[in-house]
Protein backbone atom coordinates (compact mmCIF):
# COMPACT_ATOMS: atom_id res chain seq x y z
CA UNK A 1 0.00 0.00 0.00
CA UNK A 2 1.18 3.94 -0.82
CA UNK A 3 2.13 5.55 2.45
CA UNK A 4 2.24 9.32 2.35
CA UNK A 5 4.60 11.51 4.93
CA UNK A 6 3.85 15.29 5.16
CA UNK A 7 6.22 17.76 7.24
CA UNK A 8 7.62 21.43 6.84
CA UNK A 9 4.47 22.44 8.80
CA UNK A 10 5.34 24.81 11.06
CA UNK A 11 4.32 28.45 12.93
CA UNK A 12 5.18 31.76 10.17
CA UNK A 13 4.09 35.01 10.46
CA UNK A 14 1.99 36.70 8.09
CA UNK A 15 3.61 37.41 4.45
CA UNK A 16 6.13 34.87 5.23
CA UNK A 17 6.70 31.33 3.34
CA UNK A 18 6.61 27.22 3.80
CA UNK A 19 7.34 24.44 2.08
CA UNK A 20 5.68 21.76 2.78
CA UNK A 21 7.26 18.58 1.43
CA UNK A 22 5.33 15.02 1.28
CA UNK A 23 7.56 11.88 0.62
CA UNK A 24 5.59 8.49 -0.86
CA UNK A 25 6.66 4.92 -0.18
CA UNK A 26 5.20 1.53 -1.10
CA UNK A 27 3.84 2.34 -4.82
CA UNK A 28 5.37 3.29 -7.83
CA UNK A 29 4.67 7.57 -7.25
CA UNK A 30 5.42 8.22 -10.59
CA UNK A 31 1.92 6.81 -11.66
CA UNK A 32 0.44 8.99 -9.34
CA UNK A 33 -1.52 11.79 -9.33
CA UNK A 34 -1.19 13.73 -6.09
CA UNK A 35 -3.21 16.59 -4.43
CA UNK A 36 -3.03 18.58 -1.22
CA UNK A 37 -6.00 19.09 0.13
CA UNK A 38 -6.01 21.53 3.86
CA UNK A 39 -8.92 21.60 7.13
CA UNK A 40 -9.16 24.36 9.75
CA UNK A 41 -11.21 23.41 12.85
CA UNK A 42 -14.76 23.59 12.22
CA UNK A 43 -14.47 23.93 8.66
CA UNK A 44 -14.91 21.16 6.22
CA UNK A 45 -11.57 19.75 4.20
CA UNK A 46 -11.08 21.73 1.39
CA UNK A 47 -9.07 21.64 -1.97
CA UNK A 48 -5.52 23.37 -2.11
CA UNK A 49 -3.53 21.81 -5.38
CA UNK A 50 -3.23 19.11 -7.62
CA UNK A 51 -0.45 18.06 -9.52
CA UNK A 52 -0.71 15.32 -12.63
CA UNK A 53 2.14 12.09 -12.70
CA UNK A 54 4.46 13.84 -14.58
CA UNK A 55 4.47 17.33 -13.36
CA UNK A 56 3.39 18.92 -16.53
CA UNK A 57 -0.05 19.86 -15.35
CA UNK A 58 -1.07 21.54 -11.86
CA UNK A 59 -4.29 22.98 -10.63
CA UNK A 60 -4.78 25.34 -7.72
CA UNK A 61 -7.81 26.62 -5.78
CA UNK A 62 -8.91 30.15 -6.33
CA UNK A 63 -8.37 31.16 -2.85
CA UNK A 64 -4.22 30.11 -2.93
CA UNK A 65 -3.38 30.79 -7.13
CA UNK A 66 -0.43 32.85 -7.34
CA UNK A 67 0.57 32.11 -4.14
CA UNK A 68 1.55 28.62 -3.40
CA UNK A 69 3.06 26.49 -6.20
CA UNK A 70 2.83 22.49 -6.70
CA UNK A 71 5.48 20.49 -7.69
CA UNK A 72 6.80 17.18 -7.49
CA UNK A 73 10.44 15.07 -7.84
CA UNK A 74 9.23 11.66 -9.00
CA UNK A 75 13.19 11.05 -8.71
CA UNK A 76 13.03 11.50 -5.19
CA UNK A 77 9.41 10.23 -4.84
CA UNK A 78 8.80 13.75 -3.29
CA UNK A 79 6.09 16.41 -3.87
CA UNK A 80 5.93 19.83 -2.81
CA UNK A 81 4.07 22.79 -1.53
CA UNK A 82 5.48 26.46 -1.92
CA UNK A 83 3.86 28.78 0.31
CA UNK A 84 4.24 32.20 -0.14
CA UNK A 85 2.13 35.45 0.88
CA UNK A 86 0.87 33.36 4.09
CA UNK A 87 -2.18 34.48 5.89
CA UNK A 88 -3.82 33.69 8.80
CA UNK A 89 -6.68 31.76 7.00
CA UNK A 90 -4.09 30.04 5.19
CA UNK A 91 -3.97 28.42 9.39
CA UNK A 92 -5.04 24.53 9.23
CA UNK A 93 -3.93 21.18 8.79
CA UNK A 94 -2.30 20.17 5.46
CA UNK A 95 -2.70 16.84 3.41
CA UNK A 96 -0.94 15.62 0.39
CA UNK A 97 -3.03 12.58 -0.98
CA UNK A 98 -2.61 9.99 -4.44
CA UNK A 99 -4.69 9.28 -7.00
CA UNK A 100 -4.38 7.12 -10.17
CA UNK A 101 -2.71 9.05 -13.26
CA UNK A 102 -5.35 11.34 -14.67
CA UNK A 103 -5.87 14.56 -16.77
CA UNK A 104 -8.50 15.96 -14.75
CA UNK A 105 -7.74 18.25 -11.68
CA UNK A 106 -9.05 16.24 -8.91
CA UNK A 107 -10.67 18.36 -6.67
CA UNK A 108 -12.93 16.65 -4.72
CA UNK A 109 -11.28 14.31 -1.51
CA UNK A 110 -13.30 11.68 -2.55
CA UNK A 111 -11.45 11.10 -5.30
CA UNK A 112 -8.25 10.24 -3.63
CA UNK A 113 -7.22 6.45 -2.67
CA UNK A 114 -4.21 7.25 0.67
CA UNK A 115 -3.78 10.44 2.55
CA UNK A 116 -0.96 11.27 4.89
CA UNK A 117 -1.53 11.85 8.24
CA UNK A 118 -1.09 16.11 8.04
CA UNK A 119 1.31 18.77 9.40
CA UNK A 120 0.28 21.65 11.25
CA UNK A 121 0.30 25.03 9.64
CA UNK A 122 -0.40 28.15 11.78
CA UNK A 123 0.11 31.92 10.17
CA UNK A 124 -0.02 34.79 12.85
CA UNK A 125 -1.21 37.76 12.75
Known amino acids: QVKLVESGGGLVQAGGSLRLSCAAS????????MGWFRQAPGKEREFVASISWSGDLTWYADSVKGRFTNSRDNAKDTLYLQMNSLRPDDTAVYYC??????????????????WGQGTQVTVSS
Open 26 to 33: GGSFSSYN
Open 97 to 114: ASRPASLKSGRESSEYNY
